[in-house]
C-alpha cells in the first residue's frame, strides 16, 4: 500500500456517468490514488441528456461503484463533496441548493481559499449555445457523440496496430477554426465576468479543455473532463493549483508501488 498524496482541493468535471465513452474506470482510479479535504464536481458528472434519450441501458456497475468512492472518501477521509450542477446534470436544478451530511448540491459555489476568492460554475451558463439555443445543444451533443464513437474505433485500430492512445476528436477540434474561437470567447467571457464581480478567479468545466492561466489578473482555471483529456484541477496545502492528467498520476502511483519493500521476501 503506497501513501495517497494529499491536496487541499480537487476538481472533476465533464464525466459523462451513463455513456459508453465515460472513462469512469479511469476517474475511479485516480480517486483511489489520492486524497483531499474538499472535492469539487463541477458538473457533467451524470449525463442525464444521454439516459433521456437512451434510458439507462448505457449505466453500468461501475458507474455506481464511482459514487460508493465517493461515499467512503467523505466517510473515512472526511472529504467535503460540492456538487455544482451542469447542463447535463441540470435535473438537479430542482434539488439545489441541499446540503445533508457533508455533501452539497448547488447551482454555483464561491471557494475561499488563501485569501482569495474563486467563482466556481460549470459554465454553461455563459455559453449562449447552451443557455439560449437548447435545440442546437442538443444537435450538437449528437454530433459529438458520433464523434467520440468514432474515436473508439479509431483507436481500438490504433491498439491492433500496437500504437498508444490518440484522442482524434481533441485533434480535430483544435484544428478546427471555430471550435478554437468558441473556446477563446469562452474563456474570455468567464473571465470578464470574474473580474466584474471582484473575484480572484473562476474555475469551471463544460468545453473539455483542461487549462490553468491568467487574463489578465484573474485566474482562469479549467478542470477538463473524463471523456478525453482525462484531466483534474489540484490545489495543494499551499494554495497552488496545477492541471493534473490521468497518465501522470497512474505513473506516480505505480513508481510508488514498485519503491516499497516486499514484505513477504524479507520475512
Known sequence: MYLRKHYRTIVLSDIHLGTSHSKVKEVSNFLRAVNCDRLILNGDII???????????????????????????ME??????????????????????????????????????????????????FDRVTSQMRWLAYLGDLGYTFLLWFNSWYN????????????LSQRIKQKVKTAVSYISDFEQTLSEFASARKYDGIICGHIHHPDNTYYGKIHYL??????????????????????????????????????????????
Open 47 to 73: 449525463d442525464g441528456w444521454h439516459m433521456k434519450r437512451n434510458g439507462t441501458r448505457k449505466w453500468q456497475s461501475n458507474h455506481t461503484q464511482f459514487f460508493k468512492i465517493l461515499m467512503k472518501m
Open 76 to 125: 473515512k477521509c472526511g472529504t467535503e463533496v460540492i456538487y455544482v450542477r451542469g447542463n447535463h446534470d441540470d435535473f438537479l436544478d430542482n434539488l439545489a441548493p441541499i446540503r445533508f451530511a457533508n455533501i452539497q448540491i448547488v447551482k454555483d459555489y464561491v471557494l475561499e481559499s488563501n485569501g482569495k476568492r474563486y467563482f466556481v460554475t460549470h459554465g454553461d451558463v
Open 156 to 167: 481500438r485500430y490504433r491498439a491492433w496496430r500496437g500504437k498508444p492512445y490518440y484522442s
Open 222 to 267: 479549467n478542470s477538463g473532463d473524463w471523456v478525453e483529456t482525462l484531466s483534474a484541477l489540484a490545489e495543494d496545502e499551499e494554495g497552488n493549483w496545477n492541471v493534473l492528467y490521468y497518465t501522470e498520476v497512474e505513473s506516480d502511483s505505480l513508481q510508488a508501488s514498485q519503491t516499497l519493500p516486499n514484505v513477504s521476501s524479507a520475512s
